[in-house]
């Protein structure tokens, strides 16, 4: 009995000692949240730095929707992402695919629904967002591209060239590596006139700014029906598989999504002054750095918690123990 009393003390002590950390931690991250929820102008101050220095900068003041407000900058105005469901996509506009073979848009309609990504090959950090989120999704679906739909990634830079579209279509296609994809997913580049016609057609606006060769624009995937209307917009750059699926299967069917909130990302130009790439993206990635706080804060206080139970229970089995003795 006495040799577990000893265990029974030793575990007590280390638990009083372990503790006052973990009490320390708590308080601080407590501190902390605190600190964000009272003031939350400095909290997103300081998350602002943090999201700068990886390359980012805070939404607009007018909100990430308001793309025709004044207070968006100059080079997002007029930028962003009408939802023209319904709508029918002109299939007899001419492309060139990752071979440089003139081709149709409607040669990819007719039996299978559709996915479309509009980016352009020699953008710096938006673009190859969208495609890794698409090749990401896709790679959960159990559909198959080239067998229950296709997927066509268009450049809506009239510079860019099939070589590019050929070497952007050889790495996602190894990223996906399922068979059959290559007759499934094509990257097409146009001229002025076609993309104009499409990107118009998709409610797709953007700008360029010829000074330094880059483009102003949104990211989202839109899904179309066999026919060539436009049933289902996705934005951001992460787009769940599972209604993914369902998008498929009701455009499969000619069926029309419902307009979805259009919570945007926004790539912006390189700014010369700061040498960094300006991206201005939406409150998603501030509530983000939040909540990444709070979780934190949760997971040590179920530590702190955690530690204090032990330690009472020890306490009281040696409480027990010497009331037996």
Not at 45 to 61: N, R, T, V, Y
Not at 170 to 199: K, P, Q, V
């Given at each position: 009995?006495?040799?577990?009393?000893?265990?029974?003390?030793?575990?007590s002590?280390?638990?009083?000692?372990c503790?006052?950390?973990?009490k320390?931690?708590g308080?601080?991250?407590?501190?902390s949240v605190?600190?964000a929820?009272?003031?939350?102008?400095?909290?997103?101050?300081?998350i602002?730095k943090l999201l700068?220095?990886?390359?980012?900068q805070?939404?607009?003041a007018?909100?990430?929707?308001?793309?025709?407000?004044?207070t968006?900058?100059?080079?997002?105005?007029?930028?962003g992402?009408?939802?023209?469901l319904n709508?029918q996509?002109?299939l007899?506009?001419?492309?060139?695919d990752?071979?440089?073979?003139?081709v149709?848009?409607?040669?990819?309609?007719?039996?299978?629904?559709?996915i479309m990504?509009l980016?352009y090959?020699n953008?710096p950090?938006?673009?190859?967002m969208?495609?890794d989120g698409l090749?990401?999704?896709?790679?959960?679906l159990?559909?198959d591209?080239?067998?229950?739909?296709?997927?066509?990634t268009?450049?809506?830079?009239?510079?860019?060239?099939?070589?590019?579209?050929?070497?952007?279509?050889?790495?996602y296609?190894?990223?996906?590596?399922?068979r059959?994809a290559?007759?499934g997913?094509?990257?097409?580049?146009?001229d002025?006139?076609s993309?104009e016609?499409?990107?118009q057609?998709l409610?797709y606006?953007?700008?360029?700014?010829?000074?330094?060769?880059q483009?102003?624009h949104?990211?989202?995937?839109v899904?179309l029906t066999?026919?060539?209307k436009?049933?289902?917009?996705?934005?951001?750059?992460?787009y769940p598989s599972?209604?993914v699926r369902l998008?498929l299967?009701?455009?499969?069917?000619?069926?029309?999504?419902?307009?979805?909130?259009?919570?945007?990302?926004?790539?912006?130009?390189?700014?010369?002054?700061?040498g960094?790439?300006?991206?201005?993206?939406?409150?998603?990635?501030?509530l983000?750095?939040?909540l990444t706080v709070?979780?934190?804060?949760g997971?040590?206080?179920i530590?702190?918690r955690?530690g204090?139970?032990?330690?009472?229970?020890a306490?009281?089995?040696?409480?027990?123990?010497?009331?037996?003795?």
């Amino acid at each position: 009995m006495v040799w577990k009393f000893d265990l029974l003390k030793q575990h007590s002590v280390r638990s009083a000692r372990c503790n006052p950390t973990l009490k320390r931690a708590g308080i601080a991250v407590g501190l902390s949240v605190m600190f964000a929820l009272g003031y939350p102008a400095a909290a997103r101050g300081q998350i602002s730095k943090l999201l700068k220095a990886k390359g980012f900068q805070g939404p607009p003041a007018g909100g990430a929707v308001a793309q025709n407000s004044k207070t968006v900058p100059a080079q997002l105005q007029n930028v962003g992402i009408d939802q023209e469901l319904n709508h029918q996509i002109p299939l007899d506009l001419v492309f060139h695919d990752e071979t440089g073979k003139t081709v149709r848009l409607g040669d990819y309609f007719g039996t299978k629904p559709v996915i479309m990504s509009l980016v352009y090959f020699n953008c710096p950090q938006l673009c190859p967002m969208v495609e890794d989120g698409l090749v990401m999704s896709l790679r959960e679906l159990k559909f198959d591209v080239g067998k229950q739909f296709n997927v066509l990634t268009v450049s809506f830079d009239p510079n860019d060239t099939p070589a590019q579209a050929y070497s952007k279509k050889a790495a996602y296609l190894s990223m996906y590596n399922r068979r059959g994809a290559s007759d499934g997913w094509h990257f097409l580049t146009g001229d002025a006139a076609s993309i104009e016609a499409l990107t118009q057609a998709l409610g797709y606006h953007y700008k360029y700014d010829p000074k330094i060769q880059q483009f102003s624009h949104a990211a989202a995937i839109v899904v179309l029906t066999p026919q060539g209307k436009i049933a289902r917009y996705f934005y951001g750059i992460t787009y769940p598989s599972g209604q993914v699926r369902l998008a498929l299967v009701d455009a499969s069917h000619g069926k029309i999504g419902n307009p979805v909130d259009s919570v945007l990302l926004f790539c912006s130009h390189y700014d010369p002054t700061t040498g960094k790439y300006s991206l201005l993206i939406t409150r998603v990635l501030f509530l983000g750095a939040l909540l990444t706080v709070v979780l934190l804060a949760g997971f040590l206080m179920i530590l702190f918690r955690g530690g204090s139970k032990a330690q009472a229970r020890a306490l009281a089995t040696g409480k027990s123990l010497r009331a037996e003795r």
